[in-house]
């Protein structure tokens, strides 16, 4: 039996943050927002380097002492990636290693911590999840609290999460570029973009959002929940060329064919690895598998353009409803923290779309772990082929507002490494 470190509610003394999974524009907002309120409250944050991987080798930063003032948490806010560092670390089930959270819960009582938040996505929440199970069988008062992130935006029990509103601005804005790029030449041509999205096709939908004059910039959005059937594909295509010089092809690294295989698996590529989570791991290939298809079967000029992991980074081109909402999440989960609150997950609750307007509740960690949301299959045109303004209604608010960022030598300030 562990003892409690403070009241199950009540003053937080030493908060314990981490962040896992990819990174976002928008992860070290919530990281910010965490370290803010748990000083408004009086107590100290400490943080994992890399994540519960890092905190079992006993790696931790004093996060008081590194972000001493509102000026390193004005820059952490505006900082790409995950400041902390990152893992893709699976918990072990607690009936096969038991001794892995012993050492954990061991490590949280010498450290006097009473509340660990972790900022991440499905699998993250799964760590919560465990921590919060194993802590509520063996009696701690420590509370688990997860804070979303991830810019696949396919958390349920939340609206949206933090990192999507970011990287959809960043395709949009990326299609609506390289819309104007492609049509330069008077040259029948297809640029097939590739946007992440392994098991649902939410950020590659952000490129409906994309418009020149009024006009989509994107032609064909594929996405997983939609499976690919080539022939109509390639027909589309046609069609579209007929009418036009320049068409862009939108596609999800996750399109699948109607038989469930990933149209990345079509190429020779390497990187259909798999994480810790059995998740497939830097999957990428659906580009150029889809330009080479185009090139053979149409007879046309076929470029393959990946966007990677720009468009989880570009905090240049980040939306401040995305910045704001994040850092108002991590400062929640401190919150729920100190009303005695754990195995909990902070979320967003939408009360409107015109005007916009999201207030932030908690729902169970476990209903939302190792779970995946997809796409409305209502919001998906009926040729599978685009989305339906219901999707741009709900995605235009996310990606407003532009950060106010600090500049220095022509080039956006961001907070130094930590060593």
């Given at each position: ?21 990819g ?23 400490v ?6 991987e890092g905190f ?15 000026v ?5 806010r ?7 560092g ?6 072990p ?11 954990l ?7 006097q911590?009473?509340?660990v938040?972790y ?16 802590g ?92 690919l ?12 060329l007929?009418?036009k ?5 939108a596609?999800?690294e ?16 390497p ?29 046309v000029k ?38 005695g ?11 409107g ?13 476990h209903a ?6 997809p796409v ?44």
């Amino acid at each position: 039996m562990y003892g409690t470190p403070c009241d199950t509610h009540g003053t937080l003394r030493n908060v314990l943050v981490g962040q896992s999974g990819g990174p976002t524009a928008a992860i070290n907002a919530s990281l910010a927002g965490v370290v803010s309120a748990a000083r408004r409250q009086g107590a100290h944050a400490v943080g994992m380097r890399y994540g519960i991987e890092g905190f079992l080798a006993g790696r931790t930063v004093d996060l008081d002492a590194a972000l001493p003032t509102s000026v390193e948490l004005e820059l952490l806010r505006h900082t790409p990636a995950s400041w902390l560092g990152s893992c893709r670390y699976k918990l072990p089930d607690a009936s096969e290693d038991a001794g892995t959270y012993e050492r954990l819960f061991s490590a949280f009582e010498r450290q006097q911590v009473d509340a660990v938040l972790y900022i991440g996505g499905n699998d993250s929440m799964d760590t919560i999840a465990k921590l919060g199970a194993w802590g509520s069988r063996v009696g701690s008062g420590v509370r688990f609290v997860g804070i979303p992130k991830t810019i696949d935006n396919d958390l349920v029990g939340t609206d949206h999460t933090p990192g999507y509103g970011s990287a959809a601005k960043y395709v949009a804005t990326s299609i609506g570029e390289l819309s104007c790029d492609s049509d330069v030449y008077d040259l029948k041509g297809v640029t097939v973009v590739e946007i992440m999205g392994r098991d649902a096709g939410w950020l590659a939908a952000a490129a409906a959002l994309a418009t020149q004059g009024g006009v989509p910039a994107a032609d064909v959005i594929l996405l997983p929940e939609a499976p690919l059937e080539v022939d109509a594909l390639l027909g589309r295509l046609e069609g579209l060329l007929a009418e036009k010089s320049s068409v862009i092809l939108a596609a999800s690294e996750g399109a699948r064919t109607p038989d469930g295989r990933l149209v990345a698996e079509r190429t020779n590529a390497p990187g259909t690895r798999r994480d810790a989570f059995g998740h497939l791991a830097a999957l990428s290939g659906t580009s150029r598998y889809l330009a080479q298809l185009v090139r053979e079967r149409l007879g046309v000029k076929a470029r393959a353009v990946e966007i990677s992991t720009l468009q989880r980074c570009a905090s240049h081109c980040a939306s401040a409803t995305d910045l704001d909402e994040a850092f108002a999440l991590g400062a929640a989960g401190v919150e729920a923290a100190e009303r005695g609150g754990s195995e909990r997950m902070c979320a967003l609750r939408r009360s409107g779309d015109a005007p916009y307007g999201c207030s932030i509740e908690t729902v169970d960690v476990h209903a939302v772990a190792n779970r995946t949301k997809p796409v409305p299959t209502s919001w998906i045109t009926a040729d599978g082929m685009g989305l339906t303004v219901d999707f741009e209604r709900y995605a235009r608010p996310l990606i407003a507002g532009e950060p106010s960022l600090a500049w220095e030598d022509g080039l956006p300030q961001r907070l130094a490494p930590l060593g």
